[in-house]
């Protein structure tokens, strides 16, 4: 059966930097739209970065535009969230999620995707 697998969370200060991992098993990551969300208390889980099967293509949330970077590692069959410049109102549940289907090109709405981790908590103190 798919199971993603997030790492990598913690409590960091402000201006502080995280990566984030999302290993896989039961699917080729490679072959998959793949994408971190994230969700606080009382908020809906928003979409925050994505990447197409393929990887030739990346979706950014303008909120963490310039800061987070998404990437693969398709030796590992492991996915990466980079974190820099880590604000207060960064702090969330982060879920790592992949698309139903393989060679798609839908990985841009949330309802493209099927298989979720369990989320890795990650802090942002001022």
């Known amino acids: 059966q798919v199971r993603l697998v997030e790492s990598g969370g913690g409590l960091v200060q402000t201006g502080g930097s995280l990566r984030l991992s999302c290993a896989a098993s039961?699917?080729?990551?490679?072959?998959?739209?793949m994408g971190w969300f994230r969700q606080a208390p009382g908020k809906e889980r928003d979409l925050v970065a994505a990447?197409?099967?393929?990887?030739?293509?990346?979706y950014y949330a303008d909120s963490v535009k310039g800061r987070f970077t998404i990437s693969r590692d398709n030796a590992k069959n492991t996915v990466y969230l980079r974190m820099n410049s880590l604000k207060p109102e960064d702090t969330a549940i982060y879920y790592c999620?992949?698309?139903?289907?393989?060679?798609?090109?839908?990985?841009?709405?949330?309802?493209?995707?099927?298989?979720w981790g369990q989320g890795t908590q990650v802090t942002v103190s001022s």
């Open positions: 999620a992949a698309t139903g289907t393989s060679y798609s090109s839908n990985y841009y709405l949330r309802n493209d995707y099927n298989y």
């Open positions: 039961g699917l080729t990551t490679s072959r998959h739209g």
């Open positions: 990447i197409s099967w393929s990887g030739s293509s990346t």
